[in-house]
């Protein structure tokens, strides 16, 4: 059964939309018929977006065409770092409407937190809490106005423990409840909703999963790719009942390490 949805003459930003998950998200927007944002800090590649979505989940390593996705026909790319007010201005100064905000842009390197720069555990938490907080404030007015919807792209580093990237999976872990507290605070206007998104397969999966084959620890046999996540985008930013919801998007979660020691006999 193939699902479909109409978004023509629906506007929709994708934040860090040019690259990964949020290529992915930019494009089945785009497909369904939206007029379509994304905005990231660097000028995309000519690469066509939305590449991502094709990512084989069950390797770590993905196919060169999916680097440095770049904007389509439907999508407009506008420079802007959500960390500055400045260039969250003259994003939001640029539309008249507005139904859709998926707040995508986010991340972080490994580091331990002992012996780190406490800048970098900072911006860690501006990129990936204080900016989707910001960009979904800067939003409202106009989502108010036309009904509209944000969903937040969480991870489970957020829900479970993150050694490496703590900082990051504290601020997802925030930004999970910040978006609890919206769909609450801006009911029935604005529905806020939360893509919980496990190990996932996008051009930096080698690097960041040391190109060993991580798929085998999730029950569904693999990991998720972009066009997993935006599938749920889809139905979440259509109009409907449902906010302050979690989707999670895992395959079934991490197989625990301690099934991998314990004996057979072991109930």
């Known amino acids: 059964m193939t699902v479909t949805y109409d978004y023509t003459g629906k506007v929709v930003l994708v ?11 930019a494009t089945a927007f785009a497909a369904a018929g939206a007029e379509v944002i994304v905005c990231a800090r ?23 065409s999916v680097v440095d996705a770049a904007p389509a026909e439907g999508v407009r790319f506008v420079r802007a770092d959500v960390r500055d007010a400045d260039d969250l201005e003259r994003l939001f100064s640029g539309l008249d409407r507005l139904d859709v905000v998926v707040n995508n842009a986010g991340g972080s390197p490994y580091a331990l937190l002992e012996g780190t720069s406490p800048r970098l555990h900072t911006r860690v938490v501006e990129l990936n809490l204080i900016a989707p907080m910001l960009v979904a404030q800067r939003a409202h007015p106009l989502l108010a106005a036309s009904g509209g919807s944000v969903v937040m792209i969480g991870s489970s580093s957020g829900v479970r423990p993150s050694p490496g990237t703590s ?6 872990a925030g930004l999970h409840h910040l978006a609890n507290c919206l769909a609450a605070e801006w009911a029935p206007d604005v529905r806020v909703n939360t893509v919980v998104v496990g190990l996932a397969a996008t051009e930096d999966s080698a690097d960041h999963y040391g190109g060993k084959d991580v798929g085998t620890a999730i029950p569904a046999g693999r990991m998720a790719t972009p066009a997993d996540v935006a599938s749920v985008c889809l139905w979440l930013a259509a109009p409907g009942y449902v906010t302050g919801a979690q989707v999670h998007v895992h395959g079934g979660g991490e197989i625990p390490a301690w099934q991998n020691l314990a004996s057979s006999d072991i109930s």
């Open 167 to 172: 900082a990051y999976g504290a601020a997802k």
């Open 42 to 64: 660097h000028d995309p590649s000519s690469a066509p977006l939305g590449t991502p979505s094709a990512v084989d989940a069950s390797s770590a390593t993905p196919p060169p």
């Open 15 to 25: 934040t860090g939309g040019t690259r990964g998950i949020g290529a992915g998200i």
